[in-house]
C-alpha cells in the first residue's frame, strides 16, 4: 500500500481516517459549526480528521438549486475553516484552472465521480503536489479505475481512490464491496463514501433523492471488508441541508456510526 500523507495525517497506515463535512458550503459560521462538531467527534473516537465541503457543485440536478459560492468565495470560507479549525481540506474541482489556486488552500483536491476519466483534470490536479482523491465514477466498474490511475501516476504517487456505488437502473446505486480490496490492489489508499452511496441520483425530479437509513449498515460492511477512511457528508439539519439533504447524516448519529465502524475495523483488521 502506498501511504498517502497530509500534514500530520497518514492515510493508509492502517488508521481509519474521517473526512466530513456539509455537501456544499453552506456560509462560513454554519459550515464551521459542522466542522467543529465533527473534529470534536472525531477527537473523541482517536480518529484523524479531515474536513470536506464543496464550493460549487456543478453538476446539480436542476439550474435552480444551490450550487455553492463559488470558487473565489469559497476559497477564503475554506481558508477561515482551516485556520480555526487546525485541520486539513479536501475540496473538489471541475474545471483545470481551478485546480491551482484550490491548490493553494485545500490538502486534498477531490475528482467529482462523473469527471474521474478526464484527462486534463486528473493532470492539473496531479500537478499541483497536492494529494488527489478520486471518485469512482457511477457508470464504471472498479478494475476501470487503474487507468485513472495511471494517467495520475504519469505525474504523482499522491492518489487515493473513493467508491461512491454504481448505477444500477433508473434513480438508484448499489454498492459492490468487492470492489474495494480491487481497488485497494492497484497500492491506493481507497475511501468509502457512504453518504453518496445510498443517493437516488435524480429520484425526486429536479433533485436527488437518498436513503440515509442505509448509511450505518453500508460503513460497517466497508470496515469489515476493509478500508482506509470514511468520506461522509453530515449536517445539523439536513433537512434544512442546501444540497444533498436526503442522504447526508446528522451530527447527533456521527458518533454511534463511527464508534461502530471502529469496532467492526478492529475485528477485521
Known amino acids: 500500500m502506498n501511504?498517502?500523507?497530509?500534514?500530520?495525517?497518514?492515510?493508509?497506515?492502517?488508521k481509519l481516517v474521517l473526512l466530513?463535512?456539509?455537501?456544499?458550503?453552506?456560509?462560513?459560521?454554519?459550515?464551521?459549526?459542522?466542522?467543529?462538531?465533527?473534529?470534536?467527534?472525531?477527537?473523541?473516537?482517536?480518529?484523524?480528521?479531515?474536513f470536506k465541503a464543496s464550493f460549487d457543485k456543478a453538476n446539480r440536478s436542476s439550474i435552480k438549486s444551490y450550487r455553492g459560492p463559488g470558487?473565489?468565495?469559497?476559497?477564503?470560507?475554506?481558508?477561515?475553516?482551516?485556520r480555526e479549525l487546525n485541520v486539513p481540506i479536501v475540496t473538489d474541482i471541475h474545471e483545470t484552472y481551478q485546480a491551482a489556486p484550490v491548490a493553494e488552500v485545500?490538502?486534498?483536491?477531490?475528482?467529482?465521480?462523473?469527471?474521474?476519466?478526464?484527462?486534463?483534470?486528473?493532470?492539473?490536479?496531479?500537478?499541483?503536489?497536492?494529494?488527489?482523491?478520486?471518485?469512482?465514477?457511477?457508470?464504471?466498474?472498479a478494475s476501470d479505475m487503474i487507468n485513472v490511475v495511471d494517467k495520475l501516476r504519469s505525474q504523482t504517487?499522491?492518489?487515493?481512490?473513493?467508491?461512491?456505488?454504481?448505477?444500477?437502473?433508473?434513480?438508484?446505486?448499489?454498492?459492490?464491496?468487492r470492489g474495494l480490496p480491487i481497488?485497494?490492489?492497484?497500492?491506493?489508499?481507497v475511501i468509502f463514501d457512504g453518504t453518496h452511496s445510498v443517493q437516488l441520483p435524480g429520484g425526486a425530479g429536479s433533485s436527488s433523492g437518498g436513503q440515509r437509513e442505509f448509511v450505518?449498515?453500508?460503513?460497517?460492511?466497508?470496515?469489515?471488508?476493509?478500508?482506509?477512511?470514511?468520506?461522509?457528508?453530515?449536517?445539523?439539519?439536513?433537512?434544512?441541508g442546501?444540497?444533498?439533504?436526503?442522504?447526508?447524516?446528522?451530527?447527533d448519529d456521527l458518533e454511534k456510526i463511527l464508534s461502530d465502524a471502529l469496532k467492526v475495523q478492529e475485528v477485521f483488521r
Request: proline content about 4%; hydrophobic content about 45%.
Open 106 to 141: 485545500a490538502d486534498i483536491l477531490q475528482i467529482p465521480a462523473f469527471l474521474c476519466r478526464q484527462t486534463d483534470l486528473l493532470i492539473a490536479a496531479a500537478k499541483t503536489g497536492k494529494v488527489v482523491n478520486v471518485k469512482k465514477a457511477q457508470f464504471l466498474s
Open 216 to 240: 450505518a449498515p453500508l460503513v460497517r460492511a466497508a470496515c469489515a471488508v476493509g478500508v482506509d477512511g470514511l468520506f461522509l457528508e453530515v449536517h445539523d439539519n439536513p433537512a434544512e
Open 242 to 251: 442546501l444540497s444533498d439533504g436526503a442522504n447526508m447524516i446528522a451530527l
Open 71 to 82: 470558487l473565489e468565495e469559497g476559497l477564503k470560507i475554506l481558508a477561515a475553516i482551516k
Open 3 to 14: 501511504k498517502v500523507k497530509v500534514g500530520d495525517i497518514e492515510i493508509g497506515g492502517g
Open 157 to 177: 504517487e499522491k492518489i487515493m481512490l473513493t467508491e461512491r456505488g454504481t448505477s444500477f437502473g433508473y434513480n438508484n446505486l448499489v454498492v459492490d464491496m
Open 183 to 189: 481497488m485497494r490492489g492497484f497500492g491506493c489508499p
Open 20 to 50: 466530513a463535512g456539509p455537501c456544499v458550503l453552506e456560509g462560513l459560521e454554519r459550515s464551521l459549526r459542522i466542522g467543529r462538531r465533527a473534529k470534536e467527534i472525531a477527537k473523541r473516537l482517536n480518529m484523524p480528521y479531515i
